[in-house]
Every structure is written in C-alpha cells, then in structure tokens.
C-alpha cells in the first residue's frame, strides 16, 4: 500500500506554534479526506480534524491543518503541556482504501 | 453516546486464526457508518485493516487483505474480525471503531484489546 510521510518527531515550548506534515507518495490518495488522530500513551486515538480543516465538535480550534499539493499540514498553535502525544495523520485512497501515515510523537519542553 | 467494546482470546497460536467481536452500543450496527477494525503493534504506528458499510459494502488492506474477514451481526448489534494463518508480526492491539463525519474517517473507538501471537 502507499505510504504516508511524518517526521518522526517535532518539539515545542508552551504558547508556541508546531507543525507536522504529512506527505503522500501517491497520486491514491484523495488529499481533500486527510484526517488527523492525538494518541496518549495507552489510549485509543482522537479524531482532532477529518476531511481537511473540519473539526469534530470539542476539539480546540487551536488544532487546524492545510494542503498543498501532496502534503497534508496539521498546525498546534498555543501549545499546552496535554498536547504531548503521538500524531497520526490518515487518508482515503482511489482504491477505497485507508492508509494512515506513520506517525509523529509531539513532545513539549 | 455510541460505544465499541472489543473482545478476543488474548492468546492465539501462530498458523492459527484471530477472531475478535466489537460489541456496539448506544448505536445501531444498521446505522450509515463505516465500521473498521486498526491495528497498533506495541511501540509501532496504527494500521488499518478494513471496514464495512451497512454490513455490505467491505474494503480490505490490499496487504492484509487475503486473510482478513469482516462480518456483522445485526441481531446481537456487533461486528467481527477474522484474521486467517496468523504469525508473531500479528501481535499488537487491536481497535474497532465507527465514523461519524465526512469521507467515513474512525470516530468512535474501542478501547482496545491486545492480542498476543505465541505457541
């Protein structure tokens, strides 16, 4: 199956503002369904944005993403010590498939 | 508020076939949502396995894909993974989960459930 690129880990000090990218090596996926998962150590991931900029209600707008070309974006912005997780980023694909990327861990000094 | 309840053996033994039963409640499994199982080995990433769409509709990883069934059971409200000809490269928690919004992205999870692959 395609892949999904992350970075394996990004840092940031509280109030500051992160990045983490998601690039496709696939003209699959459909860029427009990238999705983006929090994962605590020892839980079930979160569903933080879905198809693009959309937020599940609850979810803090200071989580918001972007696209350009094959490269999905998700932005924290004022991070807080509880945004110290792993961050998956997922996409559809043309084959009906899922694929998720392999993951970010977010650490916050 | 829906919620997913997985359970399986723990324990199978290599060559041998994993079944696990996600449990839904305060939801229908007739309800127009994609219903999918992920995968997470300790200390690695998520992968997807696959899902099903009113019990009809499934779409399978293409590298998973020649041993994995899916299947739901409308009257106990519940889906079901099989996985066939398991190895130790099975073991890892195991999620089940329902979409909610948009293109059918897992929304509601399980807790999970790990399954161990050792003779």
């Known amino acids: 199956q395609s892949a999904l690129t992350q970075p394996a880990s990004v840092s940031g000090s509280p109030g500051q503002s992160i990045t983490i990218s998601c690039t496709g090596t696939s003209s699959d996926f459909d860029y427009n369904s990238v999705s983006w998962y929090q994962q605590h150590p020892g839980k079930a991931p979160k569903l933080m944005i879905y198809?693009?900029?959309n937020r599940p209600s609850g979810v803090s707008n200071r989580f918001s993403d972007s696209k350009s070309g094959n490269t999905a974006s998700l932005t924290i912005s004022g991070l807080q010590a509880e945004d110290e997780a792993d961050y998956y980023c997922?996409?559809?694909?043309?084959?009906?498939?899922?694929?998720f990327g392999g993951g970010t861990k977010l650490t916050v000094l | 508020q829906v919620q997913l309840h997985e359970s399986g053996p723990g324990l199978v033994k290599p060559s041998g076939t994993l079944s696990l039963t996600c449990a839904v409640s305060?939801?229908?499994?007739?309800?127009?949502?994609?219903w999918s199982w992920v995968r997470q080995p300790p200390g690695k990433g998520l992968e997807w396995i696959g899902e099903t769409y009113l019990g009809g509709s499934t779409n399978y990883n293409p590298s998973l894909k020649s041993r994995v069934t899916m299947s739901v059971d409308k009257s106990r409200n519940q889906f079901s993974l099989n996985l066939s000809s398991v190895t130790a490269a099975d073991t890892a928690v195991y999620y089940c989960?329902?979409?909610?919004?948009?293109?059918?992205?897992?929304?509601?999870w399980g807790q999970g459930t790990l399954i161990t692959v050792s003779s």
């Open positions: 989960a329902r979409s909610e919004y948009g293109s059918g992205s897992p929304y509601y």
């Open positions: 198809d693009v900029n």
């Open positions: 305060g939801g229908s499994i007739s309800s127009s949502n994609w």
């Open positions: 997922s996409s559809y694909t043309s084959s009906s498939t899922r694929v």
